[in-house]
């Protein structure tokens, strides 16, 4: 029989007495409006089909159904909706297959789990990733799958949102079959033979309940909402993902199902899952740079070299390591390059204890370094990234030096923090080459790289970083060339508001809650700990060397006493041995209080909302003045750094999506309020926020 087209994007068609429904949505056939439709269609037809003995629900392209169509998400839900489909879809009195192929996700596992029987090749994965949208699985998920696994893993994957491979989800009883090779059509078609062959019944996973009677009554969920208090802190939609897993165990199905949806409905509506939402197509949109296209012309990039085999040095070599890049370090003593790598294997031993890696794969890695003591190691590699601490006179050396030796087409790239990519690619004569990739510490765990480019940095360097980033496993996204660029320009302003905050009267224990409190993994003080104090004083060393005006902190009496931050055991905060829990420190609070005595200052009693407003508000006119000046092309570029860079809370959407939901005329308003009181730059109300609030628009906008 000819495939017989439902809708555009799902056919139905018979081979032998199996009827077959296809989806084709690219690129990862999603649910949206149409594919629902299409697919009831294809079971009503398969249903009336007399011929069709068994029925198959396979996919083409690359995945199975990867979940609901999230573009649809706050948009009024069109039928049929995808309850109604899982529904049906069960209820089909014809034994259904669905045979899985790439990631069966959400939405897409739910419709798995509404057929009968489950067949995968070995490649596939499963998962219900709801939670990460800050939603819960809404379409049967937390009443099926836990009738397949027992309490504990269905509120494992659904909590955690975690992908599980075929093998694994066969042995969980997820999936009833998992073959080897990759021809899902045939898998899929081998299975549902055999299914009409042996005569297998219809199977519904609603009327399975050996698993439900076992766990009822379970102290599970108790445990698990304590776990989440600690790992999920601020999250909203985690915890209805336990109370919908507790409804299977608690309510017949069809009442669970209701349970289900209102909690959904609920997780729907919160402000968490639209952050989510604009995070996760934020991540992807970054990529999409202005002024590349898919036609500008990549490099390869085969080997790297790296100088500097600090922290920070040895950290972005593991990043190429563990794709397979090898990797070449130069140092100037053999004693930091032998620290260097030590430090890297202790790394790689720590993940084989973990049972993260086999002791085979650390010595395969550490097989792909070449540490050197010379540039001239540098002459046949791809891309060179400078990695030594912040002077721009040593980096304009090296960028000298790496002119002459690097072969014609190498990047050379540096990981500057702060300082000027033009300045430093005005050492080399070929600054078209010469871009700045910028990683976050440590850098082999933080996700972020923030690409930079110079005046001259050709197209081909900067669409080959962006490659880069995506073959490192990292968020790449492309900004321009100024102080501190997007991420650390917007911290600066914050460093200098919470420090003056303390200056003022505030504790640095008051600031840091605040910005917890907001959803930060911590606060500025701490964080300047886990840095280095030394660091900041560095750069404010500097700039004041520079001729600029910075005035003189309390920190800056920390690093002058060797109080250098969680590396010395003392630095804001006090730390005891072997942990990184900050401790406020008396003799801190004396010498801050030395401090203000000096500079004549009377502590007042600051409030919580003064702290959020000068800190975070401030970033937001920092990011308008950043968009003003096309530093940032877009709101999300500068969300995303945030969000991957310094663990802005994802659920708030980061600084430029949340200052929407704060409403611009409010912060407007307080910037106004600060530049009367406090004063300084950073206070100048930036004309993109006057002008978005005179037209009453937002930055979502632009
Ligand atoms: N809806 C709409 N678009 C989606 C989508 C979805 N569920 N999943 C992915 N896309 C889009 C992406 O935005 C991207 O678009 P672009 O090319 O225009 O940027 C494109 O598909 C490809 O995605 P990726 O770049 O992420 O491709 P990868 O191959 O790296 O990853 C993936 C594929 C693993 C499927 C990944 O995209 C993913 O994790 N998607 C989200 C899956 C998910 O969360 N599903 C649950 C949805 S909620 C739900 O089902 C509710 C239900 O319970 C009621």
Redesign the pocket.
Same mark, same amino acid.
């Given at each position: 029989m000819r495939g017989e087209i439902m809708s555009e994007v799902v056919s139905y068609n018979r081979e032998g007495n199996i009827g077959v429904i296809t989806v084709n949505y690219p /690129?990862?056939n =999603?649910?949206g409006q149409a594919v629902r439709s299409g697919l009831l269609a294809a079971l009503e037809q398969g249903q009336k089909d007399t011929e069709a003995r068994a029925l198959l629900l396979v996919c083409e392209g +690359?995945?199975f159904i =990867? %979940? =609901?169509?999230? +573009?649809e998400f706050g948009k009024p839900m069109q039928e049929p909706t995808?309850p109604t489909l899982v529904n049906t879809f069960e209820n089909s009195d014809k034994p259904l297959v669905a045979a899985i192929h790439g990631?069966a996700? %959400? *939405?897409?596992l @739910?419709t798995a789990l509404s057929c009968h029987y489950r067949v995968a090749i070995s490649s596939a994965k499963v998962g219900l /990733? @709801?939670v990460?949208?800050g939603?819960l /699985? %809404? =379409?049967g *998920?937390t009443q099926r799958l836990p009738r397949l696994t027992g309490a504990r893993k269905a509120l494992e994957m659904i909590t955690t949102g975690e992908f599980v491979g075929a093998k694994d989800a066969l042995a969980l009883g997820i999936l009833d079959a998992v073959e080897e090779g990759d021809d899902i059509r045939a898998v899929g078609m081998a299975y549902a033979q055999k299914v009409v062959d042996e005569g297998k019944p219809v199977r519904r996973v609603r009327d399975i309940t050996d698993k439900i009677e076992a766990d009822k009554g379970s102290d599970v969920f108790d445990q698990f909402r304590d776990e989440l208090k600690k790992r999920a802190r601020g999250l909203f939609s985690p915890f209805k993902c336990v109370d919908a897993v507790e409804a299977a165990f608690n309510l017949p199905f069809d009442e669970g199902m209701k349970r289900e949806r209102e909690l $959904?409905m609920e997780c729907m509506e919160s402000p968490q899952r639209a952050g989510l939402i604009h995070s $996760? $197509?934020g991540e +992807? @949109?970054v990529s999409k740079v202005k002024g590349l296209s898919k036609d500008t012309p990549v490099r390869d990039v085969k080997s790297v070299g790296i100088i500097g085999a600090g922290t920070m040095g040895g950290g972005i070599a593991m990043n190429f390591v563990n794709v397979g890049i090898p990797v070449t370090i130069v140092e100037v003593k053999q004693e930091a390059l032998d620290k260097g790598l030590a430090i890297i294997r202790r790394n790689y031993e720590n993940s084989a204890k973990k049972g993260k890696l086999t002791q085979e794969q650390v010595e395969q890695r550490m097989a792909l370094i070449t540490p050197s003591l010379t540039y001239d190691d540098f002459r046949d590699v791809d891309l060179v990234i400078e990695a030594v601490f912040e002077n721009m006179a040593i980096k304009k050396e090296i960028f000298a030096k790496l002119d002459e030796v690097c072969k014609p087409g190498a990047i050379l790239a540096s990981n500057t923090s702060t300082l000027d990519i033009d300045e430093i690619a005005s050492a080399t004569k070929r600054p078209e080459d010469v871009v700045g990739m910028h990683f976050f510490s440590p850098a082999n765990v933080m996700k972020l790289l923030e690409n930079v480019r110079g005046s001259k940095t050709s197209d081909e360097v900067k669409a080959t970083v962006m490659a880069v980033a995506k073959k490192i496993k990292k968020v790449g996204v492309m900004v321009g060339n100024c102080y501190g660029f997007v991420g650390n320009r917007m911290l600066h302003k914050r460093g200098t508001e919470a420090m003056s905050l303390v200056d003022e009267g505030a504790t640095p224990q008051q600031v840091d809650k605040v910005l917890t409190d907001l959803g930060f993994p911590m606060g500025q003080f701490a964080m300047s700990d886990l840095a280095g104090i030394d660091v900041g004083y560095r750069i404010r060393e500097e700039r004041r060397k520079a001729g600029e005006d910075i005035p003189a902190s309390w920190m800056d009496k920390l690093a002058e006493q060797g109080r250098l931050g969680q590396k010395t055991q003392a630095g804001v905060y006090k730390y005891e041995e072997g942990s990184r829990k900050p401790i406020p420190d008396p003799e801190v609070e004396q010498l801050i209080e030395q401090f203000r005595k000096e500079q004549g200052i009377t502590p007042r009693e600051i409030t919580n909302q003064e702290i959020l407003e000068r800190c975070v508000y401030v970033m937001i006119n920092e990011g308008a003045k950043i968009l003003e000046e096309g530093i940032a092309d877009r709101p999300l570029d500068i969300d995303i750094v945030w969000i991957y860079g310094y663990g802005f809370p994802a659920y708030r959407g980061g600084p430029m999506f949340w200052a929407d939901q704060e409403g611009l005329d409010t912060i407007l308003s307080a910037v106004k309020k600060y530049q009367d009181t406090v004063g300084g730059e950073q206070w100048e109300p930036a004309a993109l926020l006057e002008k978005l609030v005179a037209e009453g628009r937002k930055f979502a906008d632009l």
């Open positions: /690129p990862v =999603a649910l +690359r995945t =990867a %979940g =609901a169509d999230i +573009r995808l990631t996700l %959400g *939405g897409g @739910e /990733p @709801e990460k949208l939603l /699985p %809404g =379409a *998920g $959904f $996760f $197509f +992807r @949109e």
